[in-house]
C-alpha cells in the first residue's frame, strides 16, 4: 500500500498491516457462513471457535500460568480503575498505588470513590519523569493489593522489573505494553489492558486475573461489574464486542508469527534505541523527557528548545506523512508511540526525519 502513513499514534495505534489486510478479505463473509462474522451469534460454534482460540493464543504468548482466568470486557482499562476496588477492596482495608504519572492518578482518584488508598512511592515531585525504583516501595503488609502502571503512556515512562509483592496481590495496567516484552504473570494477581495500543482495535479490554481473587463474593456490586459474573460464563454472559475480539486474536497470530513476546521485545528495543540514540546524539537539540533508566520502550517523550520549534517540527513531519507526534496536552511536547504493530522502517524515516530537521534548524 503506497500510501500509508507513519502512524505514531498513542491509542487507538497502528495495527500490523497483513492483520487489516486479511481481516479485509474475511470482512464480507467469514468462512463460508454466508455472512460476517458481524452478523452472527457469540453463541453460535463459529463465534466461540474465535472466542476461545484468542483466550488459548493470549494465553500462550503472555505464558499465563495455571490458576488465572482470562476475560475479555468492556468499558476500557478506566473501567478497571473502578471494578478492582468494587471487587477487591474490602471496608476497612486500604488499596496501595505506585504514583508515576497520569495514568496512575487516574487508578488513583477512582478506587478513592470505593475505599481508603495509600500511596507506596510517588515521582510527582520529580514530575513523573521516573519510575521509582523497587527498594522506595512502602506500603502496609496488609493491603488489599498494590497496584502499579507497567508503562506511564503520557509521561513515556516504564518499569524494567516488578517487585515481589509476597502476600499482598500485586495489580498491574499493562495497558500501553502488554506484550511488548515477556514478563512473570505469577507475580501477579491482576493484570489488565485495553486492547487498543499493543492488542488490537478498541472495544475490549483484557483483564488476567488469579482464580482465588474471583472466587470471593461481592455482593453490593452490579452484576456486570463483578469478576465472577464473567470469568463463571467464560466472558460470555452477555454479547461480547465480538469484531474487537476476533481481530485482537488475529494480532496475536500475527505476534505469534513474529517470534512471540521474546520477538517483540527484541525489534522494539531496536525501534527504541533508534530514537533515543537520535534523542542522545543531538547535543541537546532534543531532549528526552523520561529519566534513562525509566525510558519506555513503548512511548518516546521529548522536548525541544521552544515550543515554536516543536510545533514546526509537527507541522513539517506532518507535510511529510508523520501522524501522532505531539505529545499530550498535559506533558507537552512530542510523543513517538511505537507499539508492537509499528514498523522498523516507520521509526527508521522518524530517526532520519528528526536528524534532518536538527540539521535544518540547529544554531
Ligand atoms: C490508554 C490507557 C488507559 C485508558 O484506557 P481506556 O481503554 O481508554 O479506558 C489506562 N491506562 C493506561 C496505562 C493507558 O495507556
Redesign the pocket.
Known sequence: MANRAYNFNA?PAALPLDVLQKVQGQFVEFENSGMSLMEMSHRGAIYEKVHFETESLLRELLSIPEGYKVLFLQG????QFAMIPMNLLRPGATASFVATGS?ATKAIQEAKLFGETAIAASSESDSYKRIPSIGELNYAPDSAYLHI?S???IEGTQWSEFPDTGNVPLIG?M??DILCRPIDVSKFAVIYA?A??NLGPSGV?IVIIREELVAKPSTTVPTMLRYDTHAKNDSLYNTPPTFAIYMMGEVLKWIKSNGGAAGMEAINREKAALLYDTIDGSNGFYKGFAELGSRSLMNVTFTMQSKELEAQFIKESEAQGFVGLKGHRSVGGLRASIYNAVPLESVRALADFMRDFQNRNAQ
Do not use: F, L, P
Open positions: 491509542g476500557g482499562a478506566s473501567t495514568w502502571t508503562n506511564e503512556t495496567d495497558s500501553s485495553g487498543q495500543k479490554t
